[in-house]
């Protein structure tokens, strides 16, 4: 027998996401590429853990927004922000057959150029162009404008700026820039969410810090 894949080499380890046993080169070349790997394969478990192990700090012109500074603390009192925001992420996600990092990454970017626009007292948006990432952006703006809407019904303070919704888009797609691996079907970030966020929980109380790094 020889690798499905390549049709060359012997295969020597079980690929979940073939159904069948694949090469070892196949395997690290093709993870997260053409193949969708789910989450609890070993061999993905392995290579995310070495992934980290060796990652280096992300080049300064690859930092998402690197020109805004977060505030001190501006994650921290945004918390139920944050919590929606993910949840909202992962919503969108389980309903489409298939969201990676790099639908999340799309989404991120254009929700947080729309809202630094908006800080500067400009309207301007344009969302992903189709597909999961213009879904999900347009869920994460619905999802901002409801907490906020509640906020207001509540008269609770603080209520949800603009500029709060802009650090907490920016302070996520830095989170996902590092720990996603920018392989064309990696869903790291998303896992990583899931973990953070079980989608059952409560989103208004004690939100789950993520911290970079």
Known sequence: MSCPICGKRKPT?????????????????EREVTLDCPADCIYLIRAREQEQEHRKPIPRGEVPFEEIDLPTG????????????????????AQAPHVYDADVAAALRALGEAYRTLTSGLYYERP???????????????TVQE??????????????????????????ARV????????????????????????????????PRIIVP
């Open 13 to 29: 380890r079980f690929c979940p996401a073939k159904g069948a046993s694949i090469c070892t080169i196949c395997c690290g070349t």
């Open 176 to 207: 996902l820039r590092h720990r996603s691996n920018g392989r064309p079907r990696c869903c790291a970030f998303l896992e990583f969410l899931r973990s953070q966020f079980p989608q059952a929980a409560p989103v208004e109380k004690d939100a």
């Open 147 to 172: 907490l906020r809407k509640e906020q207001l019904a509540r008269a609770a303070l603080p209520v949800v700026k603009d500029s709060d919704a802009l650090f907490v888009t920016i302070f996520l």
């Open 128 to 142: 992903p162009e189709g597909g999961p990432s213009r879904d999900m952006y347009m869920k994460l703006r619905e």
């Open 74 to 93: 501006v994650v921290d009192a945004n918390h139920p922000l944050l919590g929606v925001m993910s949840t909202a992420i992962l919503g969108v996600a």
